[in-house]
């Protein structure tokens, strides 16, 4: 790094914070350790059980013990705890699901392959100062490793006696990698594991993948499964955003620059202007399970019946006793053939819900069959719902929530901040949302750049970046307004699928983004609040990032800016001639 204009060296020490395990206790190896510790268990309980039926034979009472009695109790519990504490439950599984031996398909001489040193002598990104440095105009042969040398080098510590025979047991295959969180009881430690287990197999280095700074309790079972490290992607603050009478500060995670600052010019302009206001047309999160019948009769049979408004309560019913959030709405049936899907709408409170709705609709699976013994059920998403890919489903009907979000914008703040006029910016809004996206058989995608907005959102508050697909449905609207003076701009987005609890939004940086949102967690006194006011302020953010886009096309400032904030302005040219 420099400092004050001179190289300072740096060197990072790892504190060792692994979990204390019983085994740590005694220096003996591993599987001594663990003989040892198996043979006075069961000596000892073979000692009380040959005792105590001695006592059963003289008629003594079991409660008078003598001082040897004692000792081999508190052996037993000392024995006890020690294998449970390092075998845990995943022991008891290990006697019936044999783990394969060609898990990581290793050789056997893959055991004594050490991780060779990463070719580059710099080390990552994060721990350097990233300004390019200074040529001379002359420079000595010996002056050029010296830039090397002086950059902080980050010092990882060996792994201990103990991981070293897990590392080998894992790159031989005789331990899952999968397994290894339960065995440890140590999620921490697990990670560090695996990444070098992995490094050995590959034979790649992960150095410059962060591993320290990360809670991997808060993951398990829950967001990542087998993790080896995080990455790190910044956050950006656009706004405030004033929508419906409140300021939002809009948290952006991304990687592109120039899309925060421009979308917090839309929330300037949105703000002078008095501000946005959204309007919830729709939320229902769905599933559509596919279920196949001999015949087209039977299932247009089963297609009636769940349409019928008579059945409705019935099925209801059924489907709400999964969860106390989860309310069925509609069910719409469509058939192909003899096989029919059943598209169920459903509420889902503060959580995106996916999982409830999927609950709800087994119950109804399970109900049908009672009724309809020859359906054959094919599976319970029949891509008729539909989830994260493009579909006219969703476009049309909607799907999480629906959201319009508008506002005015005035002439001399399109103007003045903008950098454009109303009539401008009408003009390539028909030309280019409307009608370019038309020539290009668009679906859903009649606007600028909603997914960026859209993307940026999820990834800084926790949601499933998978869904930006159909939660970045929408269509961009502008219309001149008060004989020409002022600009009304709209979005529609009918398929925002977002929630404040449940996923990544447990995560501690995602679980800051929504708190700073005032959106965290599920509202207690109004289920469902927080999610669709996080929807609202999602669509809120794309109107704003609409708004500047479209601006800056009209102006054609699109290419400087990105030149501006999205390109180094490095001479990359006098790195590459060195």
Known sequence: MEHGGKPMKMKVKFVDDEVVKPSDAMSLPLYITNAVFFTLFFSVVYFLLTSWREKIRTNTPLHMIDISEIVAILALVASFIYLLGFFGFDFVQSLFLQPSNDIWAADDDEDEIMLKEDARKVPCGQALDCSIPKIAPIASPKA???????????????????????????????????SLESKLGDCK???SIRREALQRVTGKSLECLPLEGFDYESILGQCCEMPVGYITIPVGIAGPLMLDGREFSVPMATTEGCLVASTNRGCKAINLSGGASSVLLKDGMTRAPVVRFNSAKRAAELKFFMEDP??????????????????????KCAVAGKNLYMRFTCSTGDAMGMNMVSKGVQNVLDFLQNDFPDMDVIGISGNYCSDKK????????????????????????????????VAALVELNMLKNLTGSAIAGALGGFNAHASNIVSAVYL??????AQNIESSHCITMMEAINDGKDLHVSVTMPSIEVGTVGGGTQLASQSACLN??????ANREAPGTNARQ???????????GELSLMSAIAAGQLVKSHMKYNRSNKDVTTVASA
């Not at 800084?460 to 970046?465: H, K, L, R, W």
């Open 144 to 178: 050029a490793p010296k830039l090397f040398e002086e950059k902080a080098m980050i010092e990882t510590p060996p792994p201990t006696e103990e991981d070293e025979e897990i590392i080998k047991a894992v790159v031989a295959g005789t331990i899952p990698s999968y």
């Open 189 to 191: 430690r697990a990670a």
């Open 310 to 331: 008579e059945n409705y309560e019935t099925i209801s019913m059924v489907f709400n006793k999964s969860s106390r959030f989860g309310r069925l709405q509609t069910v």
């Open 390 to 421: 493009p579909a006219a489903v969703n476009w049309i009907e909607g799907r999480g929530k629906s959201v319009v979000c508008e506002a005015v914008i005035q002439g001399d703040i399109v103007t003045k901040v903008l950098k454009t006029n």
């Open 460 to 465: 800084a508050t926790g949601q499933d970046p």
């Open 516 to 521: 700073l949102l005032g959106v965290k967690g």
């Open 534 to 544: 996080l929807a609202s302020v999602v669509a809120g953010s794309v109107l704003a």
